[in-house]
């Protein structure tokens, strides 16, 4: 069993924060031929700004996507650290300490338009016109904040 006293928020993580999250992320195993290669300190602090620039994620798999396309240019000077497998190093190494603290909610909304005949209870609505929306929310459970919002018309 693994305890871990906390996980690192990366929509607030400060940039030092992120650096030492990063500092000796292995990027090709060190078993292999020629040993293990590691982020240098320039691609730290690069990686680290692709992160501030690229939040607020609303999960990891936002944060997966929304950073793999940031770390093209943020490791541009090591063509080597361009292979897919070592750029998603970094995305493991950050999804085991990232906890993005969001809740993903769904609603499904139905609403209808129509009336109730004079002198009859609501049990006799009748109903003239419905529209239907999902919406999908990405919430921040400690702040309450909303990260992400869509609304999808539903048409049957």
């Given at each position: 069993?693994v305890?871990?006293?906390?996980?690192?928020?990366?929509?607030?993580?400060?940039?030092?924060?992120?650096?030492?999250?990063?500092?000796?992320?292995?990027?090709?195993?060190?078993?292999?031929?020629?040993?293990?290669?590691?982020?240098?300190?320039?691609?730290?602090?690069?990686?680290?700004?692709?992160?501030?620039?690229?939040?607020?994620?609303?999960?990891?798999?936002?944060?997966?996507?929304?950073?793999?396309?940031?770390?093209?240019?943020?490791?541009?000077?090591?063509?080597?650290?361009?292979?897919?497998?070592?750029?998603?190093?970094?995305?493991?190494?950050?999804?085991?300490?990232?906890?993005?603290?969001?809740?993903?909610?769904?609603?499904?909304?139905i609403?209808?338009?129509?009336?109730?005949?004079?002198?009859?209870?609501?049990?006799?609505?009748?109903?003239?016109?419905?529209?239907?929306?999902w919406?999908?929310?990405?919430?921040?459970?400690?702040?309450?904040?909303?990260?992400?919002?869509?609304?999808?018309?539903?048409?049957?």
């Amino acid at each position: 069993a693994v305890v871990t006293s906390d996980m690192v928020n990366l929509n607030s993580a400060t940039r030092p924060a992120l650096k030492s999250l990063l500092q000796g992320t292995l990027m090709r195993d060190a078993a292999l031929p020629g040993g293990g290669d590691y982020l240098t300190a320039g691609e730290v602090d690069a990686v680290a700004d692709a992160i501030l620039t690229s939040r607020p994620f609303a999960n990891r798999a936002d944060m997966t996507t929304r950073l793999a396309s940031q770390l093209d240019s943020a490791l541009q000077g090591n063509a080597n650290r361009r292979i897919k497998t070592r750029r998603e190093g970094i995305i493991r190494a950050l999804s085991e300490v990232a906890d993005l603290r969001t809740w993903n909610l769904f609603f499904d909304i139905i609403s209808q338009s129509g009336k109730v005949p004079p002198g009859r209870a609501l049990t006799d609505f009748i109903t003239l016109g419905e529209r239907r929306l999902w919406v999908h929310v990405a919430l921040d459970r400690y702040t309450g904040t909303i990260l992400a919002l869509h609304t999808e018309e539903v048409n049957e």
